[in-house]
């Protein structure tokens, strides 16, 4: 966000290039070109450069970072990409059809996916390394109607003249979109249950109504912004807005107060928790010129944080916790120390961890984690043709989840306890209302047994609750990836979110706040890079909502 009083001002090189760029707070980056104006190198507010070479046909050739850690790039007569091969030295092989498209994937590990087309370019088909192949059926118009799995229900989906989804049919049921003339969806009757929006001349939601808990309402400012929100409950949450537009005040009907403040740059850089004039919590935030949090002090109680060239976390320091990570060429770390004990990992050539302290981990072809093994026994994981966690067994665990036609997981079974998610829509990220043990106005509060429980969070995970009178009824501490350290208190709700997975269980159990996902997303496909989040290499679990 551009703030008043806050200059930006770029300087050019001989041949009106930007070559540098003064930024607010008195930090600067710079660039440097070749011959053919291509970026050679950048040196970012912290002086930590990364370069690039190119081929003569002005191909990327190599990308190394300011740790010296390098991808290499290898392409064909068509300069399509071939192979990259990155800091380990793994090597990740392409193939492409006459016209361009990804054909195949070869992963270090050997492991090989593909994929077919429609004469119009739209993906018909993903065989997996497993050997199946998944099938997908569009319209004229381009839009997907069926997944065509190998065996059990397949997925349809069918359009208006607007190309909106109207049904969705899958494994749990069937979903229905209805939309007025503005082409505002009006209701939602998924399997999980009946959800009913209105909205004012301007589009925004004036109420949602949700068949199992009831209604909430919703009012604007002049500037359209959210003003306040009325739950099912009757409880009242209001927002107020700096001059910038950002919050400033999140006013909850339980008598509690947040107050946020801001740097010049809108990074947000504390969080006061308040019961009328009374302070219960603050939460203090300090920045570095590249955006990364050097600090975060909850009520007088600092963590510092360090971190290496490439950005990658190296330390977590506050009283009686001290914590260093390393990592590979790659980004996967290779080892935690807390106070002097080290944990280590291990990986194969694609990433896949090995080993963890006392554990240790299996995977099929495809690349999933289908066991982890521990001194305490081992943990079998199962998936479905979209390699989604279908079940979880082993010591002192046993769940299944399903999941809707767009990958969202809509109902679980946890020892023998069914629940079933009600969202505020069809997709992964669209929040759950309800869960068969709890109504939640997200973001806000969860109401449980006819009581309600307020959560409070800075930047990430909650880490506070507040009862009705107004009272902190417990606090969390996490470290950096987002593992429970410590608590005080009676938590309510599984943690603080509807959300009581064996994802989170299996990350705390292993040290890993990372994860894998497919590269498939609804026929479109992310060419050849299974996604992986740097920092302790792919144990893959997913159990999403």
């Known amino acids: ?134 099938s997908y059926v569009f319209d004229d118009a381009g839009q997907m109607t069926t997944v065509d799995y190998p065996a059990g229900t397949d997925t349809t989906f069918a359009y208006d003249a607007s190309g909106r989804h109207t049904q969705m049919v899958d494994s749990t049921g069937t979903t229905i979109y209805t939309y007025n003339a503005a082409g505002e969806l009006t209701s939602l009757a998924q399997p999980q249950g009946i959800t009913t929006y209105t909205y004012n001349a301007a589009g925004q939601r004036l109420t949602m109504n949700e068949a199992g808990s009831g209604t909430t309402t919703y009012s604007y400012d002049t500037a359209g912004r959210l003003a306040s929100l009325v739950n099912p409950f009757s409880e009242t949450t209001s927002f107020v807005y700096d001059t910038l537009g950002r919050v400033g005040q999140k006013s909850l009907a339980n008598g509690t107060s947040e107050h946020y403040a801001y740097d010049t740059r809108s990074r947000l850089t504390q969080v006061q928790l308040k019961q009328g004039a009374t302070v219960l919590r603050t939460t203090g935030y300090a920045w570095d010129n590249a955006d990364q949090i050097t600090s975060q002090t909850v009520n007088g109680v600092t963590t510092n944080y360090g971190y290496d060239l490439a950005g990658q976390l190296t330390s977590e320091v506050r009283s009686g916790y001290n914590v260093a990570y390393t990592y590979d060429a790659n980004g996967n770390r290779l080892s935690k120390t807390v106070n002097g004990v080290a944990e280590c990992y291990t990986y194969d050539l694609a990433d896949k961890m090995q080993t963890a302290w006392a554990k240790s981990y299996t995977y099929y072809a495809a690349g999933r984690t289908v066991g982890i093994n521990a001194p305490s026994g081992t943990t079998t994981l199962t998936y479905d043709y979209e390699s989604r966690v279908t079940a979880i067994t082993g ?64 930047l990430k995970n909650a880490d506070a609750q507040t009862t009705g009178a107004g009272a902190i009824q417990a606090t969390r501490v996490y470290d950096a990836f987002g593992a429970e350290l410590s608590a005080t208190g009676t938590w309510k709700g599984p943690s603080a979110m509807p959300e009581a997975s064996a994802t989170k269980r299996i990350r705390a159990a292993s040290s890993s706040s990372a994860t894998a996902t497919t590269t498939r997303r609804r026929g479109a496909f992310f060419r050849g890079i299974r996604s992986r989040t740097a920092g302790i290499g792919t144990l893959t679990v997913r159990t999403r909502r």
């Not at 970072?65 to 990259?84: D, L, Q």
């Not at 306890?417 to 997200?442: E, H, I, K, N």
């Open 1 to 134: 966000m551009h703030l008043p009083g806050n200059v930006i001002t770029a300087t050019r090189d001989n041949w009106r290039r930007i070559a540098g760029v003064a930024l607010p707070g008195g930090t600067s980056v710079s660039l440097v070109y070749n011959f053919r104006n291509l970026v050679t190198s950048f040196t970012d507010e912290l002086s930590r450069t990364s370069s690039r070479t190119y081929d003569n046909a002005g191909r990327l050739i190599t990308a190394t970072n300011p740790k010296g850690e390098t991808h290499t790039y290898t392409y064909n007569s068509n300069s399509w990409v071939t192979a990259i091969t990155n800091g380990r030295g793994a090597t990740r092989n392409f193939a492409h059809s006459a016209r361009g498209d990804v054909t195949s994937l070869t992963l270090p590990d050997g492991a090989v996916e593909q994929w077919s087309y429609l004469g119009t370019g739209q993906t018909s088909g993903y065989t997996s390394p497993l050997g199946y192949t998944n």
């Open 395 to 458: 010591p002192g665990i046993n769940e299944t989840h399903t999941y809707n036609g767009l990958d969202t997981r809509v109902g679980t079974v946890q020892g023998g306890v069914s629940r079933t998610f009600v969202r505020d829509g069809s997709y992964v990220t669209d929040p759950v209302l309800r869960d068969g043990q709890a109504t939640y106005t997200p973001g806000v509060s969860e109401r449980r047994g006819g009581v309600s429980t307020w959560s409070h969070s800075g």
